[in-house]
């Protein structure tokens, strides 16, 4: 068995970054950028004011002044004149301030009679005015990879890109494999079950900004496994999901050898997991996840997200961890690093007491999957642990 750090190295090894594309930024979210991005302009433009009052000279900022106001700027509509000392320009947020102001008087602070103010006893520091480049300038970058986030695009836009080069969406093939599986919706019979882990895997490739393709499930015969590889032409990555194992009926890994995978199968030391295909197939990328339900969404998480973020230029780097405070006593752990469904509940993280890899409803309940290392020791309430977020 070799462990997930190696797995996981080896799956590296397959995949590579893909080329990309040029997209509206209104697309964007969530993308991975893959050009630096260059501010085409000083944000904010201009001084600005961050408040709605009066602007002065400093020098007439004294409690008791009386100003004289000879105009008005608002957001978009700059007062044109220059302010002189003994003068106010009534001012809005996000205008331009005027030319010889140097300082904003906050509207509370100020007794207007008909066009002259007279200042409060208790004026403020602040000059309440924002200086042009003091959020972004000219030439500042955001740096790609990233993927992007929605401040990002916020930023983007301010920066006034309206397209920009993100990776191409890593279009993935979904094979489910089984006699017993059909699609929800459709009616079982008794000795059926539904395909859970294709739709699964299909919101989490969605969630990692993928393209998936859900091909239908394709029956334990070499014929019909042959027909489901042959629906996953053009894929960049066909994830298999079961039949992967050793049983008569296991026959992914026999159909792919045939059809030209020049096949690694593994047995990760993991907990759920352990066995685990790979390999290509001319220029698509194949992975074979284990059946059971828990299993197959766990290596989707250790395993296929981390090879879609190197596909899409990210770092190859294994599913970000953090940690927390375990919330219980364990006993010593096992041989095989255990991902355990758990909850997290004010930085404290408690792992279900079954971890049973078939029961997705524990899965779906979990925050956070608690990573045990092989043959860890005893654990007492309080230690500090590994998670992966779900
Ligand atoms: P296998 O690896 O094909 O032996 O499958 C292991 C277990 O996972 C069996 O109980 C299968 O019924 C179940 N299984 C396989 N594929 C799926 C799927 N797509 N959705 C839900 N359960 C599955
Ligand atoms: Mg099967």
Known sequence: MITVTEALDQLFALVSPLDHEIIPLSEAGGRVLAQNAVARRDQPPFDGSAMDGYAVCE?????????????EAAAGHRFEGQLKQGQAVRIFTGAPVPKGADRVVI?????????????????????????????????DTLKAPRRLSPSDVALLASMNIAEVAVARKPR????????????????????QIIASNTFGL????????????????????????????????????????????????????????ELGMNRAFYKVAMRPGKP?????????????????????MVCGHIFMAPMIRVMQGLPAVPAPRGTAQLGIDLPKGGPRE????????DGEIIPESRQDSSLLSLLAHADALMVRPADDGPR???????????
């Open 380 to 390: 007492q309430k309080g230690d500090l642990v590994d998670f992966i977020a779900l």
């Open 107 to 139: 509207q509370e602070d100020v007794a207007r009679t008909g066009d002259q103010i007279t200042l409060g006893d208790r004026l403020d520091e602040k000059t309440h005015i924002r200086p042009s480049g003091s959020d972004f300038k000219v030439g």
């Open 276 to 296: 685990l295909m790979a390999g290509q197939m001319g220029d698509t990328v194949m992975l074979g996840l284990p059946g059971n339900p828990v299993s197959a």
């Open 59 to 71: 020098a007439d900022a004294v409690p008791g002044t009386v100003l004289q106001v000879i105009g």
């Open 338 to 345: 255990h991902y355990m469904r758990a909850s997290l509940n």
């Open 172 to 191: 993935v093939a979904l094979l489910s494999t089984g006699d017993e599986l059909v699609m929800p919706g459709e009616s079982p019979s008794p000795d």
């Open 202 to 257: 299909k919101a989490l490739l969605d969630a990692l900004g993928a393209e998936p393709r859900v091909l239908p499930i394709a029956r334990d015969t070499r014929s019909s496994l042959r027909m489901g590889f042959e629906l996953a032409e053009g894929a960049d990555l066909i994830v298999t999901i079961g039949g992967a194992s050793v049983g008569d009926h296991d026959l992914v890994g026999d159909v792919a050898a």
